[in-house]
């Protein structure tokens, strides 16, 4: 489907289900980018999950989202349990003004919800040519290391830094070997999912994607990947005052309440010790890297980012595929 | 050898170097906590690497060490090739005032050297009750994903928070599947490296620790781990104004000049949003995950930071263990 028409319906569905027209169209944005982007099961394949907890109350269509200035430079923000879209819109918005003030800008960020790609608020601080990082936690999906049963979200580290070209340098390496977005497409798609990234509830290695579901997924490196998720926790959860511990709520199978996702933004201006200097220096890095001798298996040495935005650039002059059982929901939502 | 018989032989031999009394004692403590917490591979083994680069004046005996104040939160630091010890211990202290004023401080540093375990700095931000961050680059040790050739160094992230016990949260969780001092000490005591960790310089597998050297290792989770090393370069070396992009110097083989090594802290003030309730959370966030069901692969659950704080409490009460070269070397440094 053409992507604007696309737009259009997904912002009309939001609208006939009760979010306002600006939030409406922030989520619409964040929703349709995510498939430009090749990260599918951040898109469509969740638009009949936030449509359900709209309609249970558990996203507040009008939200008064407080926010409390701490300083020049931090900011608090409670999102009132608003569309995870526009509680972490609101917070890294914030956090760009924050730094381009002080040069440095935090915002924490409680009772909020699934926000889609860390990168997606990333890209806005690179875009005003600023360093960032984004924190968000999730529900539990990944077993902390040495334990059997699944407490951190996949919980990623994300970080994006301007490179002097139109390409952003964006970091967003999740906690777990195979993101769970991944892992629910599979399960709506039926396929199977890889070997060695996922155990069943009773602890054993499976490719079924239901299974994987109802188990947990395995953290990258062991106890590193499980303390980055950790890190991650007490930064989104702990740190701002959302839920952690394992206490997010499940977006998908959980209706008991509100998810209270936390989330936490740092922005820098990248100039701040070295002003202009830091362009030639970051130019220069990348250069290092991607010149280097390659291995057989790749074509091209990239950075972070690059692939998503080669995606994108394709993508966007492309109509966008929905596979049948997305459009089936996609119609059922936009018809009610 | 008793600790604090070990302390003044280390601290007399730096004074020997040229050290003044102030540089040997941090550095000395920093070398003896390094074998305290069980992390020989930046302890003793790295006592003649200071003294050759101390004798070659590039490591730095009488730094003129320059602070300049950005802000109220914000510093800069030209460690003039001050040894890497004294050049981070100036950052984390000058953050940590910072932070306590402010509710956060962030402190870059360039032209500093290898500076032993991030979680010295971290541990004292914890203890002062700040959460921190500290990041700081390294000579090339690991391929960037797509690469048959070493560029970024082990470039750790490592994060802080204060547990409100005794055993602070400290995560010190570096690129490589394995350290690259590791890999040095199996050098010098002969021994084997585990399999899958490193490649030789013609990028095969190898468990020889000197070829593994020679050659490159492998980063955690291929592009995820390359992703993280390649941030941790930036945010040190590119943001700071020191080496990056495969320039900083490796300390043992490079007498070309001093390593330019850069770091990063970022310490935050805890209660910043949530007041005393930060500490009633991150109790019930450990308690959380230490209490779930484990695998029989472990005894216990425990949180990044338990294992060397175990360690440090056993070898505090022990004599220290010196390999024979390594108490060669030292005997040599302190006839000099």
């Not at 918005?93 to 381009?100: G, M, P, R, T, V």
């Not at 059997?148 to 964006?170: D, Q, R």
């Not at 769970?180 to 070997?195: D, Y």
Request: net charge positive.
């Amino acid at each position: 489907m053409n992507t604007q028409k696309l737009k259009k319906i997904i912002n009309h569905v939001f609208i006939k289900h009760g979010l306002s027209n600006k939030h409406a169209k922030i989520s619409s944005n964040y929703i349709i980018k995510a498939e430009l982007v090749g990260a599918p099961s951040h898109g469509l394949a969740r638009l009949k999950m936030y449509c359900n907890r709209i309609k249970k109350k558990l996203i507040n269509c009008k939200p008064k989202i407080k926010i409390k200035k701490i300083s020049q430079s931090i900011s608090h923000i409670d999102a009132n349990n608003a569309i995870g879209f526009v509680g972490a819109d609101t917070g890294i918005k914030i956090a760009i003004s924050n730094a381009k003030k002080t040069g440095f800008g935090m915002v924490g960020v409680k009772n909020s919800g699934h926000y889609g790609l860390s990168s997606f608020y990333a890209e806005q601080a690179v875009k005003k040519n600023l360093m960032v990082w984004c924190f968000t936690n999730a529900p539990p999906a990944i077993a902390p290391y040495g334990s059997t049963k699944a407490l951190f979200g996949t919980n990623p580290v994300c970080f994006g830094a301007p490179t002097g070209n139109k390409i952003p340098f964006i970091l967003d390496a999740s906690a777990s070997i195979i993101n769970r977005g991944k892992i629910r497409r599979a399960e709506k798609l039926g396929q199977k999912i890889p070997a060695g990234v996922a155990l069943d509830k009773n602890g054993k290695p499976t490719t079924n994607a239901k299974k994987a579901l109802e188990g947990v997924q395995l953290p990258i490196a062991e106890f590193k990947g499980s303390g980055l998720a950790w890190m991650v926790d007490i930064v989104s959860g702990v740190l701002t005052g959302a839920n952690h511990g394992g206490k997010v709520k499940d977006p998908f199978d959980d209706l008991t309440g509100p998810q209270n996702v936390g989330h936490l933004f740092i922005v820098i201006k990248p100039g701040i010790f070295v002003g202009k200097n830091y362009l030639t220096q970051i130019k220069k890095n990348l250069k290092a890297v991607k010149r280097l001798p390659r291995s057989n298996m790749i074509k091209k040495i990239l950075y972070p980012g690059e692939n998503k935005y080669a995606k994108y650039k394709k993508n966007i002059k492309k109509s966008i595929e929905i596979p049948d059982n997305i459009l089936q929901e996609m119609n059922k939502l936009n018809a009610i």
